[in-house]
């Protein structure tokens, strides 16, 4: 199975703030990879899809980059609803797996 | 509007069975292959289980094979998870998850469903 890597678990910032998030796959996927947002108690919602592609409805201030192992997520200036756990996931190979997530604070 | 909504989740004793079911609405059903994936209390996300739209090709985690099996009814726009000898371990919410990309089972997941809560204990 493919382990994917996120960095850092936790993270603590203040709105206005650039926030970078890392994932690192064992192996290289390519670019698919996804990035997604979980509110608690909700269910998660893809932000990103193959890497760097923004899905339709989502705010231009989250970005994606990277291809082969290595993957980073920005949030260029943070916003008191971005409060949430962020997923990468791979999907190049089957069992599809996630990170453990960041957990984000302000 | 595209929409999953699960229903099936419950309090079931260890070795017990439980089938959970996702209605979809909104898209053509038939075109989008689906996934189950968990979240145990606290911790993160699992890929269970995908089904392609047809139906003729499912795919499994070893945490789950052999003991879950994935189906569909296109004819009822519903996706179905049985889970049979179930254990502790595998305690989580439940969503149903679309494929992001027709006709195709890319592990790409762009609508997902409320969830529904499965507890195995005695």
């Known amino acids: 199975d493919i382990q994917m890597t996120q960095s850092p678990s936790s993270l603590s910032a203040s709105v206005g703030d650039r926030v970078t998030v890392t994932c690192q796959a064992s192996?290289?996927?390519?670019?698919?990879l996804n990035w997604y947002q979980q509110k608690p108690g909700k269910a998660p919602k893809l932000l990103i899809y193959d890497a760097s592609n923004l899905e339709t409805g989502v705010p231009s201030r989250f970005s994606g980059s990277g291809s082969g192992t290595d993957f980073t997520f920005t949030i260029s200036s943070l916003q008191p609803e971005d409060i949430a756990t962020y997923y990468c996931?791979?999907?190049?190979?089957?069992?599809?797996?996630f990170g453990q997530g960041t957990k984000l604070e302000i | 509007e595209v929409q999953l909504l699960e229903s099936g989740g419950g309090l079931v004793q260890p070795g017990g069975s439980l089938r959970l079911s996702c209605a979809a609405s909104g898209f053509t059903f038939s075109n989008y292959a689906m996934s189950w994936v968990r979240q145990a209390p606290g911790k993160g996300l699992e890929w269970v289980s995908d089904i392609s739209g047809s139906g003729r090709t499912t795919y499994y985690a070893d945490s789950v094979k052999g003991r879950f099996t994935i189906s569909r009814d296109n004819s009822k726009n519903t996706l179905y998870f049985q889970m049979n000898s179930l254990r502790a371990e595998d305690t989580a919410v439940y969503y149903c998850?679309?494929?992001?990309?027709?006709?195709?089972?890319?592990?790409?997941?762009?609508?997902w469903g409320q969830g529904t809560m499965v507890s195995v204990s005695s």
């Open positions: 996931q791979q999907y190049d190979n089957i069992p599809y797996t």
């Open positions: 192996q290289d996927i390519s670019d698919y």
């Open positions: 998850a679309k494929d992001r990309y027709l006709d195709s089972s890319s592990g790409a997941f762009d609508i």
